[in-house]
């Protein structure tokens, strides 16, 4: 069975840091990943995706995640944060043959001024 | 480029009452998802289906009822709303890509705000 796991429900960063939101998985067989975004009252966004290829994956608004096989991780980076990526990122894992996503529970990103 | 719609945004039911909640896509995707979002619990999966005709259940069906019966229609029944059934709903839709059916990303609507009194 698949799962994906974020730690850290929060997290606070200045407006300039590095953002760094962290996202586990488990599967037995090879996975794609995702990386959404939720703004307030609005549906989901697609951020990036991992489908095999590239290892290194970049997205919108200068966001990117590292697909690590031997840590089971794809986490995601911004290396200077803005205002309005603000929000909630969601890491999502699907596997061939599941035909569905299992979301984790979410970190809501706080930029401090 | 309307992507995937649900209707309505808001509403609020009496315990008891029923309702249906619309998703409709325009993309022709075969597969099509209901998520209910609860506060630091993430999505969870009540149904899904992988074409019309067919639907099963996910993590979280009781108290649920979906059917598909044309590709671009997925609409979520609840029949004796529960205070428990007070969440966001999402509607998503997907497509497979190469030979060994693997999902390519989901596209999801703008969210229905359900609360049960």
Redesign the interface.
Same mark, same amino acid.
């Given at each position: 069975a698949q799962s994906v796991t974020q730690l850290g429900s929060h997290v606070s960063v200045s407006e300039g840091a590095l953002v760094l939101l962290r996202c586990n998985y488990s599967s037995s067989v090879p996975p794609y990943l995702f990386w959404y975004v939720q703004y307030p009252n609005q549906g989901l966004q697609l951020l990036l995706k991992y489908t095999s290829a590239a290892t290194l994956v970049k997205g919108i608004n200068g966001f990117e995640a590292e697909f690590k096989k031997s840590e089971t991780s794809f986490h995601l980076t911004k290396p200077s944060a803005h205002m309005s990526d603000a929000a909630e990122y969601f890491c999502a894992v699907t596997t061939s043959g599941t035909y569905k996503y299992i979301f984790g529970t979410g970190t809501r990103l706080k930029v401090l001024a | 480029n309307a992507g $995937?719609t649900q209707t309505p945004k808001f509403r609020i039911l009496k315990i008891g009452q029923s309702m249906t909640l619309q998703c409709a896509q325009d993309m022709n995707h075969n *597969?099509m998802?209901w *998520?209910r979002q609860d506060p630091?619990?993430? +999505?969870k +999966?009540i149904y *899904?289906s $992988?074409g019309a005709g067919i639907t099963d259940k996910?993590e979280v069906p009781n108290g649920y009822n979906v059917s598909r019966s044309t590709t671009e229609d997925f609409p979520l029944r609840l029949e004796l709303a529960a205070p428990s059934q007070t969440s966001v709903y999402?509607c998503?839709s %997907?497509y %497979?890509i190469g030979l060994? &059916? +693997? +999902?390519?990303?989901?596209f999801? &609507?703008? &969210?229905t705000r359900l609360t049960v009194v």
């Open positions: - | $995937v *597969y998802y *998520y630091g619990m993430g +999505l +999966l *899904y $992988v996910g999402f998503a %997907s %497979s060994d &059916g +693997l +999902l390519t990303e989901a999801f &609507g703008q &969210g």
